[in-house]
């Protein structure tokens, strides 16, 4: 991608290299505000293009509930539907025992790590190394980042929220994903990308990133 765009890869708070923020809930709402600030930060920034993954589409649509947040929006596995009753459990847990319990390696391992299996990971997907992947994705990222966002209730509420934003919304999908809801009421028919799963990146980024490059300006 970066052969013919400037690309910029942000870290929200908590992920990767980025700290946390003191006394903050680091909820999606956080994240869309990081997401904005950093977009104003630089002039060449306030007419780009914004590409998400997963949780990041439902922080991009927060975001563009601002109207100052006008980018275009390629959303790739943007959650509309939630597999199993776990999620919705985890929902109810109080922020201090979720927060107690993803802060230790078994509560990752055995709370975290199927709750990310189920909710992103086709069955179809055949990858001996899918539990490594998830436990190094999870040791880069802080407890509260993990912890602190209401997957249940984003889910639920922000793909409603698509055709109430102004932003041009281009949706990609692997074919395999689990999170795709197959009936046509979103803004527009999603772009699938065949053979491919939940993170299309991952699986095979080359083929991905010449999908999304025909939408791109």
């Not at 992947?133 to 509420?157: C, E, G, H």
């Amino acid at each position: 991608m970066a052969k013919n765009y400037q690309v910029f890869v942000l870290n929200l708070p908590g992920f990767g290299a980025s700290d946390t923020v003191s006394k903050q809930v680091h909820n999606t709402a956080l994240f869309a505000q990081t997401l904005t600030a950093f977009t104003h930060t630089l002039k060449k920034l306030q007419k780009a293009t914004i590409i998400t993954l997963s949780l990041g589409s439902l922080v991009a649509l927060k975001a563009a509930e601002d109207k100052n947040f006008d980018h275009r929006l390629i959303l790739v596995g943007m959650p509309t539907i939630v597999v199993g009753g776990s999620l919705k459990l985890f929902s109810l847990v109080p922020l201090a025992i979720k927060r107690l319990l993803i802060s230790t390696c078994l509560g990752r391992k055995n709370l975290v790590l199927p709750l990310l299996k189920q909710n992103t990971f086709s069955r179809t997907d055949n990858n001996k190394n899918l539990n490594s992947i998830l436990f190094n994705l999870m040791a880069s990222t802080d407890t509260k980042a993990i912890a602190d966002p209401d997957y249940y209730q984003d889910i639920k509420t922000l793909p409603q929220n698509l055709n109430k934003i102004k932003n041009k919304v281009t949706l990609v999908y692997g074919e395999r994903d689990t999170l795709r809801q197959k009936k046509a009421q979103y803004v527009n028919s999603p772009i699938i990308i065949p053979k491919l799963g939940h993170n299309i990146f991952s699986q095979d980024a080359k083929k991905s990133f010449a999908y999304i490059a025909k939408y791109l300006p």
